[in-house]
């Protein structure tokens, strides 16, 4: 198969899951919500803070951490009670986001593998 005939092929799956992950998102709004702040949180986690934003924050980036954490508490909670409320389980939940989570990283891997076959020609 050609290259061009390849980067099509690629770019054809790389949209087919692109609509799969928007249907997925339509399907399951809250589960997309909750993994997109799950995703957010756990990259804010994985993230150290530099000397510099130590300089600068100081005291008060315990402020923000303890706040941080109250907001947090407060998402969690509200996210929950929100589940209750539409009567979705928080396994039904997990299983929603997990699914999602599973489509995006689909729609990076072939993403990634379209881009690198382009750049390769």
Not at 19 to 25: L, S, T, Y
Not at 43 to 59: M, N, Q, S
Not at 91 to 119: F, H, N, P, R, W
């Amino acid at each position: 198969m050609s290259s061009s005939k390849s980067r099509v092929g690629d770019d054809n799956m790389a949209r087919a899951v692109a609509q799969r992950a928007v249907q997925n998102v339509d399907t399951y709004p809250v589960a997309a919500l909750v993994g997109g702040l799950a995703v957010g949180a756990v990259l804010g986690a994985l993230l150290p803070t530099t000397r510099k934003e130590e300089e600068l924050l100081g005291p008060l980036g315990e402020t923000v951490s303890g706040r941080a954490r109250e907001a947090v508490a407060a998402a969690r909670d509200a996210g929950q009670a929100k589940l209750d409320e539409m009567g979705i389980s928080r396994d039904a939940a997990g299983k929603q986001v997990g699914k999602l989570i599973e489509t995006l990283a689909e729609v990076a891997e072939t993403a990634g593998s379209a881009a690198a076959d382009a750049v390769r020609g």
